[in-house]
């Protein structure tokens, strides 16, 4: 049988992985927009965390196999539609992301200044659309609205040491204007209270140990928390034990590292935790075009643990800073008429995978559960989505008798329509390629931003 996978992050490469390995006679074509592969691996998980960047050993090995193909610099939904792969292909399954992220809705949003997270991730990570952001880093006081590890990861590169940074793959235009940054102050801010943060425990951790930066939380926000997590899950028990030792240590109980640096440092930079405070308008500058602070409605939560609501009390805060952030969750974006999608949760609608009422449709990853869940989610959730396609070539619901051409027929649609698939050995050309120019300055890679330099490296 031939399988067809759109979009080649992580739950891309685990379907197909889980497919090949319990399919001996399966063949699955990987589709992917950018000319290079592995999603937010590459475009999402930061810079200094490389270790959780060594799944692409595994997926690299996948590609390689002599059943697996990749075809990059395609957009499924523009250069082929889903009903031309249904076409082609005994089974499609759809693993493209999330790709668009949830707008805040508040006067103000679009002042300069106000960045989403996936931008400015993007921006940082080499990402070829937000190449161009230019975020304005000359404000000493930073925003950033939400409690996840997203919004960590974006506290944490604004306030590392540049040294940190330097030996990361972290694109060269974004060190640069972070060497200039006069960041030195970043408010995480969140609608809700401690126990209802998304970070995890080693996010939370790498941030309170960042030299350099000293964490302030209010003791207040603390108390009598002790007793409410007595009988909650280990990790939120942990999580929140960690915070409330944090709130209420001493400076003088800090690592020697972080001491010594912050000794040394004219301006020792700060981060902090905001909780009950929902954003109400991003304040404008005097002459209505940059952002200068926010207005925020204090809450007060109403029910307790994960389901407790943030209720505005009446009253308002406003808060000085020159850079807002909102990290406020990522989006799936139907991306074919032909494929249901479910708007309200921003999913394709499924049970263990398969597509509601499309028979031969499956779907994995964020845009099958929404967008939440390490590498490790997304990976247990696409095999679960591998076994249901597995399940129905057994059964007989996918007719394997017809006779399907695979990447054959979509070449010549491809063809027809002047795109040019990238295949996995061209990646790897720009990988080696990327590799070289990062070893002069010590660097894992200097990623090449620019798809139009990537396609002129491989000739095409
Ligand atoms: C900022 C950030 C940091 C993260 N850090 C970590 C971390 O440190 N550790 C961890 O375990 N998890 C981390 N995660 C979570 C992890 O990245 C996700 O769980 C995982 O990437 C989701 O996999 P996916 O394949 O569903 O989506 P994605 O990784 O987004 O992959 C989707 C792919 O589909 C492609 N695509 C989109 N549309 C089309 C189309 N029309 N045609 C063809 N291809 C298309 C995209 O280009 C992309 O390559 C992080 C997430 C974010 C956002």
Sequence with gaps: PRVCVVGSGPAGFYTAQHILKHHGGARVDIYEKLPVPFGLVRFGVAPDHPEVKNVINAFTQTARSERCAY?????????VTVAELQQAYHAVVLSYGAEDNRVLGIPGENLSGVYSARAFVGWYNGLPE?????PDLSCETALILGHGNVALDIARILLSPLHLLRKTDITDGSLAALASSKVKRVWLVGRRGPLQVAFTIKELREMINLPGARPVLNPADFTGLENAIKDAPRPRKRLTELMIKTALEKPGEQTMEAQAVVAQAAAPREWGLKFQRSPQEVLPTT???????IRMALTRLEGSGDSAKAVPTGDVEELECGLVLSSIGYRSLPLDPA?????QRGVIPNSSGRVEGVPGLYCSGWVKRGPTGVIITTMNDSFDTAQSVLEDLQVGVLDTSASREGFGAVESILRSRGVRPVSFSDWEKIDAA?????KAAGKPREKIVDPQEMLQLIGH
């Design 287 to 293: 002459d209505g075009r940059r952002a200068r602070g």
């Design 339 to 343: 494929v249901p999608f479910d708007t």
């Design 434 to 438: 990327e590799v070289a120019r990062g």
């Design 130 to 134: 937000n190449q161009d952001l230019k």
């Design 71 to 79: 075809y990059g610099n395609v957009t499924v939904g523009r250069d």
